[in-house]
C-alpha cells in the first residue's frame, strides 16, 4: 500500500493553462505538505497545512492554491501556468509538523 | 528563520568504505529537528535518520549514523561500509520555530563506486 500518493506522475500542458495534482496519504497523518523541486534540485516548502492551519511561504505565486477536502487529502491547484513553473512537485504528510515527513513519488510537470 | 548549508554539491566513494557528508544550519530556536533525507534516482525522498536537537546522543540507523555538533551548528552524516545502493542526493534540513515549516539543503550527491 502506497503511504503517500500523488496523480498524475506526470503531467505536460500549455503556458495559460489551470491544472491541479492531487495528494492522498493513507498514514492518519495531521498535516501535509507540498514542496517544488526545480531543475538543479533545489527543494524548497510551498505550503504546510493541517485541519486547523495553512502556513504559505510567501515566496509562492498566489497562482498556487492549496485545496483540502478533508485530512486525507491536499491538492494542489495552479492557475495561468507559466514556463517557470516546471518542476517535480511533492507532497508530504507528518504527524505533527515536529516529526518525518513522508513523501509522495513526485509529480514532474512540464510547461510549454 | 533558519539556514541549511550543505557545502558538498557532489562526492563519490568506494563500495564497503566510509564517506561523510557534512551540513550546517542556523536557528535562533532553542528546540528544533534534524533531519536526513536521501532520493534515489527513482527520485523517492526517504527519511534516513532523525535527530532532535534537545538529545545529545547522536542518531544511529544501522550503516548511517549523525555527528551532531551543536554548539557548531553541525549535523554530518556518517555512511558506513557504503553500498551501491546509497547512490543518491542527500538532503539535510531543520525544523524549528513555532511554526516547524522545514528548510531543505541544496543537496549532496553521492555516488558509491563499485
Known amino acids: 500500500d502506497t503511504a503517500v500518493s500523488q496523480t498524475p506522475k506526470y503531467l505536460v500542458t500549455q503556458m495559460g493553462n489551470d491544472k491541479s495534482i492531487k495528494c492522498e496519504q493513507n498514514?492518519?497523518?495531521?498535516?501535509m505538505y507540498w514542496y517544488k523541486q526545480d531543475s538543479k534540485k533545489f527543494l524548497k516548502i510551498m505550503f504546510s497545512?493541517?485541519?486547523?492551519?495553512?502556513?504559505i511561504n510567501e515566496t509562492v505565486p498566489n497562482r498556487f492554491s492549496p485545496k483540502s477536502p478533508d485530512k486525507a487529502h491536499l491538492n494542489l491547484h495552479i492557475n495561468s501556468l507559466e514556463l517557470g513553473d516546471s518542476a517535480v512537485y511533492f507532497c508530504?504528510?507528518?504527524?505533527?509538523?515536529?516529526?518525518?515527513?513522508?513523501f509522495g513519488p513526485g509529480t514532474r510537470l512540464l510547461v510549454l | 528563520a533558519q539556514t541549511v548549508t550543505q557545502s558538498q554539491p557532489e562526492m563519490s566513494v568506494q563500495e564497503a568504505e566510509t564517506v561523510t557528508l557534512s551540513c550546517t544550519y542556523d536557528?535562533?530556536?532553542?528546540?528544533?529537528?534534524l533531519f536526513w533525507y536521501k532520493q534515489p534516482p527513482s527520485r523517492q525522498m526517504i527519511l534516513v535518520i532523525r535527530?532532535?536537537?534537545?538529545?545529545?546522543q547522536n542518531a544511529t540507523e544501522n550503516r548511517f549514523s549523525v555527528n551532531f555538533q551543536k554548539a557548531a551548528k553541525s549535523f554530518s552524516l556518517k555512511i558506513s561500509d557504503s553500498q551501491l545502493g546509497d547512490t543518491a542526493m542527500y538532503f539535510c534540513?531543520?525544523?524549528?520555530?513555532?511554526?516547524?515549516?522545514?528548510?531543505f539543503g541544496r543537496g549532496t550527491s553521492l555516488i558509491v563506486h563499485p
Open positions: 508530504a504528510s507528518s504527524q505533527g509538523r515536529k516529526e518525518t515527513q513522508y
Open positions: 498514514l492518519g497523518h495531521d498535516t
Open positions: 497545512y493541517n485541519n486547523k492551519e495553512l502556513i
Open positions: 536557528t535562533s530556536e532553542n528546540n528544533y529537528y
Open positions: 535527530q532532535e536537537a534537545y538529545k545529545q
Open positions: 534540513a531543520c525544523t524549528s520555530g513555532g511554526s516547524y515549516i522545514p528548510t
